[in-house]
């Protein structure tokens, strides 16, 4: 598609703060300000002058919107693109009612960095990390003794992008690897993702036994909050690790600290959190069982770049007169699944 034959669409940016600006902020203007007639949100300006004229909003992350922008946006805007892949965080039911189209970047544009990040839990906890550099500094060595990666059992909850992307990252590590997802796993992905079980949600608990590593790849809903809960937690092995790169509320954090506490699981590698911004004083962050990211799994140079070419590829859609790529539907009950 020829962006020649286009015209020049108003588009309004709502940026992240100070500390995430770089490099998402220059990406978007980047990619989207040479074409297209480019604004940057300001607080603590009107909102109403801002938003006279504007056809797409880029939304950082989908947690900037509010209700009283929607109201202005109404009638008006052609596409609420969240520059982000969740969408947890925004009221969609509200855009909805507003006839606002919204778009998410689909999680491929960060399944790779995300699925880095849950490999490198697996490898520290299986290693004892935390152990061993306190172990280092008091010059006590060859202990912890860790275990191999080699012939032991990843659970894959959620089989989208990220999980998909793990899959083949653990492929030379020789695990068995077994996989949940609300759609059929066909052969033929099962056999390129080396997966030895696909099961359905009604699986989910043979999976969480079964795993030395459980690994969560899921979008977070009504239907998956507290999915991983005191009694999941219970069935696991007490020498199995919980991974978590997707969203904190997935799993029961009470539930969770009870059980790395009590020594009833082996441990934990977390990138996201019950609450966000995660506090000093949170208690998860004080066991030696857990290894953990202030979530920024999938928070790369090249994630930043990959989403904003993709959200400026929705803009030039739009201008084209062309549906959105990735337009997130109405009814989230059942998107389980980290696309």
């Known amino acids: 598609m020829s962006s020649q034959n286009n015209r020049s669409l108003r588009v309004l940016f709502l940026p992240p703060g100070p500390s995430q600006k770089v490099p998402w902020f220059k990406d978007v203007l980047d990619s989207i300000g040479p074409r297209h007639i480019l604004t940057v949100f300001d607080p603590n300006l009107d909102l109403e002058p801002q938003f006279s004229g504007v056809e797409v909003v880029i939304d950082f992350g989908g947690k900037l919107g509010t209700h009283k922008m929607a109201d202005l946006a109404a009638g008006r805007v052609l596409l609420w693109q969240i520059l982000g892949s969740g969408f947890d965080h925004f009221d969609i039911a509200y855009w909805n009612s507003r006839s606002i189209p919204v778009a998410n970047c689909p999680g491929m544009l960060s399944s790779s960095p995300l699925a880095d990040c849950a490999l490198m839990f697996m490898l ?24 191999e990666m080699e012939g032991k059992a990843l659970g894959l909850i959620g089989f989208g992008a990220s999980a998909r992307e793990l899959a083949l990252k653990v492929r030379p590590f020789h695990m068995r690897t077994l996989a949940i997802d609300i759609l059929d796993i066909s052969a033929v992905d ?29 979008h977070l809903n009504e239907a998956t909050y507290h999915l991983i809960d005191a009694r999941r937690i219970g069935l696991m092995k007490s020498t199995a690790f ?38 000093s004083d949170n208690l998860l962050l004080t066991l030696d069982n857990v290894v953990a990211t202030p979530h920024i799994a999938g928070v790369t140079e090249e994630t930043s770049k990959r989403r904003a070419a993709f959200a400026a590829a929705n803009v030039e859609r739009i201008a084209a007169g ?12 059942h998107a389980t699944r980290q696309q």
């Open 124 to 147: 520290m906890l299986a290693r004892q990390w935390n152990r061993s550099e306190e172990n280092l500094q008091r010059g006590d060595l060859y202990n912890p003794v860790g275990t």
């Open 190 to 218: 099962q056999d390129r993702f080396g997966l030895n079980y696909a099961g359905k949600p009604a699986d989910i608990d043979h999976v969480v036994a079964t795993s030395d590593f459980l690994s969560l790849h899921l």
């Open 242 to 279: 919980l991974i978590n790169v997707a969203r904190g509320a997935l799993v029961d954090e009470e539930a969770l600290l009870t059980a790395l506490r009590e020594r009833r699981i082996g441990g934990a590698g977390l990138d996201v959190f019950a609450s966000e911004p995660i506090t």
């Open 322 to 333: 062309l549906e959105p790529l990735s337009l997130v539907p109405s009814d989230l009950a």
